[in-house]
C-alpha cells in the first residue's frame, strides 16, 4: 500500500522558517516528480511547488518563489518543503503529492498519490 505522510508542520510567527518532509512508503518515487498543494480554508487546493524526478527541474507558484525550496532525497524516498520568510496568508494544510510522471505539474490531476496533509499556521 502507497503512503505519503507529511510531517514538520506547526505554528510559527510571520518571517520564520518551517521545513516539511514527505516520507513515500510501499513503492519508491525515485523515477516519478513530487508536489506539494496547500489549501486554506474557504479555498481551493492550490499548486505550491514540484520537482522532477531527478531534482534537476523545480516549479514554484508565484506567491513562493523565493521563498520555499523543494528538494528530495531519492535514496531516502523523501521530499522536502524549506518554507521562509513565511506570511500569514501561507496559512494552510500542506499536501504532499506523487506522479506517476517524471516531470513536475501544476495540475492536481498530474498526480497519483496524495498525502493526508500538515497544519502549517503563521501567525502575525
Known amino acids: 500500500q502507497v503512503q505519503l505522510v507529511e510531517s514538520g508542520g506547526g505554528l510559527v510567527q510571520a518571517g520564520g522558517s518551517l521545513r516539511l518532509s514527505c516520507a513515500a512508503s510501499g513503492r519508491t518515487f525515485r523515477s516519478n516528480a513530487m508536489g506539494w498543494f496547500r489549501q486554506a480554508p474557504g479555498k481551493d487546493r492550490e499548486f505550491v511547488a514540484a520537482i522532477s524526478w531527478s531534482g534537476g527541474s523545480t516549479d514554484y507558484a508565484d506567491s513562493v518563489k523565493g521563498r520555499f525550496t523543494i528538494s528530495r532525497d531519492n535514496a531516502k524516498n523523501t521530499v522536502y518543503l524549506q518554507m521562509n520568510s513565511l506570511k500569514p496568508e501561507d496559512t494552510a494544510v500542506y499536501y504532499c503529492?506523487?506522479?506517476?510522471?517524471?516531470?513536475?505539474?501544476?495540475?492536481?490531476?498530474?498526480?497519483?498519490?496524495w498525502g493526508q496533509g500538515t497544519q502549517v499556521t503563521v501567525s502575525s
Open positions: 503529492a506523487a506522479s506517476l510522471r517524471p516531470t513536475p505539474g501544476r495540475q492536481s490531476n498530474w498526480y497519483a498519490y
